[in-house]
C-alpha cells in the first residue's frame, strides 16, 4: 500500500516553468512505476508521463514531449514532474499514480486503468 501527496501547482504565465513533487509513503516506493496524469474541466483524464522502477525509463505524451521532464529519487520516495514552457492548455488538475505491475508494448504504462494508486492531485494554471 502507498498514500500519494502532490504539491507544486500554482498559477503562472504561459512560458513559465512549475516543478510538482509527489511524496509517497512505503518503504517500497522504489519498487513502483510512477506517473502523472492530468485532467481538464469537461475533459477525460490524459497520460502526461511516466517513469519506471527497474530501469527508469520514461515516457511523455506528445503534447509535452521536450517540454516535461520527470524524475525520481527513491531515497526521498519522491517522483516530480519538471514543466517548462506552459501553455494555457496544460492548464489541468495534475494526478500522481503508481503501480506495482509490470507492462510491456507501446501503451505500457500510459493508460489510468494500469495504475492502483492515485493522489488527489494538484491544480495547475496556465494564464495566456
Known amino acids: 500500500q502507498v498514500q500519494l501527496i502532490e504539491s507544486g501547482g500554482g498559477l503562472v504565465q504561459a512560458g513559465g516553468s512549475l516543478r510538482l513533487s509527489c511524496a509517497a509513503s512505503?518503504?517500497?516506493?522504489?519498487?513502483?512505476?510512477m506517473a502523472w496524469f492530468r485532467q481538464a474541466p469537461g475533459k477525460e483524464r490524459e497520460f502526461v508521463s511516466a517513469?519506471?522502477?527497474?530501469?527508469?525509463?520514461?515516457y511523455y505524451a506528445d503534447s509535452v514531449k521536450g517540454r516535461f521532464t520527470i524524475s525520481r529519487d527513491n531515497a526521498k520516495n519522491t517522483v516530480y514532474l519538471q514543466m517548462n514552457s506552459l501553455k494555457p492548455e496544460d492548464t489541468a488538475l495534475y494526478f500522481c499514480?503508481?503501480?506495482?505491475?509490470?507492462?510491456?508494448?507501446?501503451?505500457?504504462?500510459?493508460?489510468?486503468?494500469?495504475?492502483?494508486?492515485w493522489g488527489h492531485g494538484t491544480q495547475v494554471t496556465v494564464s495566456s
Open positions: 512505503g518503504r517500497t516506493f522504489s519498487s513502483y512505476a
Open positions: 517513469i519506471t522502477f527497474r530501469s527508469g525509463r520514461t
Open positions: 499514480a503508481g503501480t506495482l505491475s509490470y507492462y510491456r508494448g507501446s501503451t505500457a504504462y500510459t493508460g489510468s486503468s494500469q495504475y492502483d494508486y
